[in-house]
């Protein structure tokens, strides 16, 4: 699978939008992009996953470029609630094997 | 978290005593997972299970052992544990879900190992 670089931190003031990067050069074609937060303490959490076009669910948008080599995590209204730490992986989807985590982008969101 | 559970939920043990990890699973899912997390280090992959006696080594698999028997229970064991144990330790189920292949996460066992 290939790897993918995140900025260690970001902030973002409650109630306006949050804009996590991702950078993931090597994606080959055949796989996706995937994210996941982990709110302290808890167990990571499945966000929104897509291939080549923009994807939008109930949690978040993501955006991913032409080129497919970066994309960016979008909560469109952050909440306090929303601060954790947020992780993007590229995996070939139906692999199953040695799924690996970054350290992701610990997003603080302020009141 | 629903349809995975971890037990136990903490433990604390002594240097150089065994520990098994149990996680449980009620979606019957093939793929399952151990991962530890640290402070600086992020989620390592310890271990998986791709199906029933069928597992393999992840990053960080030294002084641990898994067993599959059954599609429901992935074992972690600590044959001797050391202080370098103390983490974290997160079981994760692999499923489709809408149409995405999502991992699910227990809500994680803390050991601490003195």
């Known amino acids: 699978d290939a790897k993918t670089t995140q900025p260690p931190s970001m902030d973002c003031a409650e109630g306006r939008a949050a804009n996590l990067p991702c950078n993931h050069s090597?994606?080959?074609?055949?796989?996706?992009v995937y994210w996941y937060r982990q709110i302290h303490s808890q167990g990571p959490q499945y966000i929104i996953h897509?291939?080549?076009n923009n994807e939008t669910n109930e949690m978040a948008s993501l955006i991913i470029t032409e080129d497919r080599k970066s994309s960016t995590l979008i909560l469109p209204h952050a909440t306090l609630r929303d601060t954790a730490v947020y992780y993007c992986?590229?995996?070939?989807?139906?692999?199953?094997?040695?799924?690996?985590f970054g350290k992701g982008t610990l997003l603080t969101v302020n009141p | 978290d629903a349809g995975i559970t971890q037990s136990p939920r903490h433990k604390v043990t002594e240097t150089g005593t065994p520990v098994t990890l149990r996680c449980h699973q009620t979606?019957?899912?093939?793929?399952m997972y151990w991962y530890r997390q640290d402070p600086g280090h992020g989620l390592r992959l310890i271990h998986y299970?791709?199906?029933?006696?069928?597992?393999d080594k992840g990053e960080v698999s030294d002084g641990y052992s898994v067993s599959r028997s059954k599609t429901e229970d992935f074992l972690l064991t600590l044959e001797s544990a050391t202080s370098s144990q103390t983490s974290v330790y997160f079981c994760?189920?692999?499923?489709?879900?809408?149409?995405?292949?999502?991992?699910?996460f227990g809500a994680g066992s803390r050991l601490t190992v003195l």
């Open positions: 994760a189920i692999s499923g489709w879900t809408g149409g995405a292949n999502v991992l699910t």
């Open positions: 090597t994606i080959s074609g055949n796989e996706y």
């Open positions: 897509g291939l080549k």
């Open positions: 992986i590229v995996r070939v989807d139906g692999s199953n094997y040695k799924l690996t």
């Open positions: 979606e019957n899912h093939r793929y």
């Open positions: 299970s791709y199906g029933v006696k069928d597992t």
